[in-house]
Each structure stands twice: as C-alpha cells, then as structure tokens.
C-alpha cells in the first residue's frame, strides 16, 4: 500500500524556521519526482515546490522562493522542506504528493503567529 | 505552466450532467490533471494526461481538451461527487506545477 506521511507541522513565530518531513512508502521513491502543495484554510491548492527524482531540479513558487528549500534523501525514502523566515500568510495544510499527482499525504498544519 | 481559470461554482441535480472548464494559455501544450478534494481530505486524482482515468474512479469521471480549454465531465451526478474540484497542469519535466482556483460543485 502507497503511503506518504508529513511530519513537523505545528504552531511556530514569525520569522522563525520549520523542517516538513514526508515519509514514503510503498513504492519506488526514487522512480517520482515529488511535490509540496499547502492549502490556507478554506482557500484553494498552491503548488509550493518540486524536485526531480535525483534532485538534480528543484523549483518554487515566487511566494516562497529564497526562504522555502525542498530536498530529498532518496536512502531514506523521505522528502523535506525547510521553511525560512516564516510568515502569517505562511500558515496552511501542507501536503506532499508525487509526480502526476497520483499519490498524496494526509498533510500537516503549519500555523504561523505570535 | 500559465495560470488556470475555472468557474468558483457549479450546481446541478441528481442524476444531471456536470460539466467544469479550466481554462489557460498553456494547456494546448501541457497536460491537465483534475482532482477532487471533501471536506477534510486530502485532494485525490480522477482525471490524469487530459483524458486518462485512474483505476478505482467511477467511469462516470471524464476529462477533455479542445485548445485552451479543459472540461471535467461527470456524468449521472451523485451526491458523493459533492466536492471542491482543482485542474492542474505542470511542465514538460514534471516539477513545476499550476492549479486553477477550484470548483465547488454542489449537488441539489
């Protein structure tokens, strides 16, 4: 059974840091490019990062780019993101899912404020 | 990837065809993929490359694409398929990825 769990959420200040984690399961990782995507409540998708399979490609969207990185340990079968200089607008679900979409995480709650 | 258009809603009845359209400049050169999202879970796959179904979603779920259009079809409405509905579509590498606002169909 494909599973992909994200750890590592939870309430945090502005201006400080977070590192999502994402374990996969199930099938071969490193055969998939993979995807962080949040949610603010009761708002739509935003893509928020991608990385090829080898982590030769990585990618983000403007409203992260320079305090968001995304990396992978294929060994582990594990995905990251490290959050930077976090903002309210930060605060959403955030879900990893594989290339072409056919598999996603459950998500994890980042709420920033002070 | 260009930014992606769909209507904020869709209703119909029971039993009724519903049809969402997401729109982009992009998409004559890109595939576009659909999910549906309930309340409290995470977004799932019905419709991927356009027109392909994955296994396990009812064959009432199709998808086509004429020019800068893509249209999500559900035929024979249920109650079940009352949900958010997002179109996405990424680069030729797979790593970048776009989605449209989202539809909320709502089944009368």
């Known amino acids: 059974e494909v599973q992909l769990v994200e750890s590592g959420g939870g309430l945090v200040q502005p201006g400080r840091s977070l590192r999502l984690s994402c374990a996969a399961s199930?099938?071969?990782?490193?055969?998939?490019?993979m995807h962080w995507v949040r949610q603010a409540p009761g708002k739509g998708l935003e893509w928020v990062s991608g990385?090829?399979?080898?982590?030769?490609?990585?990618i983000y969207a403007d409203s992260v780019k320079g305090r968001f990185t995304i990396s992978r340990d294929n060994a582990k079968n594990s995905l990251y993101l490290q959050m930077n200089s976090l903002r309210a607008e930060d605060t959403a679900f955030y879900y990893c899912?594989?290339?072409?979409?056919?598999?996603w995480g459950q998500g994890t709650l980042v709420t920033v404020s002070s | 990837s260009s930014e992606l258009t769909q209507p904020p809603s869709v209703s119909v009845s029971p039993g009724q065809t519903a049809r969402i359209t997401c729109s982009g400049d992009?998409?004559?050169?890109?595939?576009a993929y659909w999910y549906q999202q309930k309340p409290g879970q995470a977004p799932m796959l019905v419709i991927y490359?356009?027109?392909e179904r994955p296994s396990g979603i009812p064959e009432r779920f199709s998808g086509s694409s004429s020019g800068t259009i893509v249209t999500l079809t559900i035929n024979g409405v249920q109650a079940e398929d009352e949900a958010d509905y997002y179109c996405?579509?990424?680069?030729?590498?797979?790593?970048?990825?776009?989605f449209g606002g989202g539809t909320k169909l709502t089944v009368l």
């Open positions: 899912a594989t290339q072409g979409g056919d598999y």
């Open positions: 199930g099938f071969t990782f490193d055969d998939y490019a």
């Open positions: 990385i090829s399979w080898n982590s030769d490609s990585t």
């Open positions: 992009g998409l004559p050169n890109l595939y």
């Open positions: 490359r356009d027109t």
């Open positions: 996405q579509s990424a680069d030729s590498s797979g790593t970048y990825w776009v």
